[in-house]
């Protein structure tokens, strides 16, 4: 099975072919692994993956004891039931790990709407607007016999609406994004914009240690360093410019003024 952390960034439609497709935008990844529990320890088998960034200082003590190995302090830690040999803390997950067409489930939290009657939470139809309903359109009506003298649970009732773990099932993957670490997913997915996401599918979970990040880290400083060098470098050289032309222009104003054509009759003379 591979997985992966994201945050969920917003809704566009992309063409194929002469299709018009709606997709939601994913930022997935990079996660980090922090921990690998196995069965003989923990009881079941499961990677803990850390995705996100946050302050130092938000983070409690505890925290920071379970992450003193990973370099980056992580905002959200999130386990996935999978036993998998190869891979070893520290390993990095990003996008590459899935490919056009894949199908995956992705699990988020809802969007909230506060307290609802049973029209809007239930989908209720409501009573007809003829005699004596008067304000009585959107009631739920009865809730129960008067026998028992109590209301069952699990009752459709009026109540709090949203905030609930939703798990959307058989989306595809349209685009994979390897540069910027965005997935593009065919339809909606739950959740609101910049809300966490899980993301999992069947294949093989593909992964890169973290000496090859510490490397592209390295490679993309060295980069920046270079570009900036060349930046002072014309920085310099535009400088050394202005101040000849500075000398040039006060040397051209001695020779024009009055008092160097005196010293120069003089010298005639």
């Known amino acids: ?3 992966i952390l994201g945050k969920k960034l917003d809704m566009t ?8 497709i709606s997709v939601t935008r994913v930022q997935a990844g990079p996660c980090t692994v922090v921990q690998i529990k196995n069965n003989e320890k923990d009881g079941y088998d499961s990677l803990q993956i850390g995705f996100g960034e946050r302050k130092e200082k938000n983070i409690k003590k505890p925290q920071k004891g379970h992450l003193k190995n990973i370099k980056t302090n992580i905002r959200f830690l999130r ?5 998998n040999e190869n891979i070893k803390t520290g390993d990095v997950i990003d996008v590459s790990t899935f490919e056009l067409g894949d199908n995956i489930q992705v699990t988020g939290v809802s969007k909230g709407k506060g307290f609802q009657g049973v029209v809007k939470r239930h989908g209720f139809k409501g009573h007809n607007t003829t005699h004596g309903t008067k304000d009585q359109v959107r009631m739920p009506g009865s809730s129960g016999a008067t026998g028992p003298a109590h209301v069952f649970k699990g009752q459709r009732m ?3 609406m949203g905030g609930d773990k939703v798990t959307t099932k058989n989306l595809e993957i349209v685009e994979v994004d390897l540069e910027s670490n965005i997935l593009l997913i065919k339809g909606a997915v739950p959740g609101a914009r910049n809300g966490l996401v899980l993301i999992s599918g069947e294949g093989e979970l593909k992964v890169r240690s973290d000496k090859e990040e510490v490397k ?5 400083d060295e980069q920046k360093t270079e570009e900036n060098t060349e930046k002072q470098e014309e920085v310099i050289e535009i400088k050394k410019e202005e101040v000849k032309e500075k000398l040039e222009d006060k040397e051209s104003e001695k020779k024009e003024s009055p008092s160097a054509k005196a010293m ?4 005639k003379k």
Do not use: I, L
């Open 264 to 267: 120069e009759d003089k010298e």
């Open 13 to 20: 439609q992309v063409w194929k072919g002469e299709e018009v």
């Open 1 to 3: 099975m591979k997985f």
């Open 79 to 83: 386990e996935f039931r999978d036993k």
């Open 216 to 220: 592209k880290e390295e490679k993309v």
């Open 158 to 160: 009026p109540g709090r």
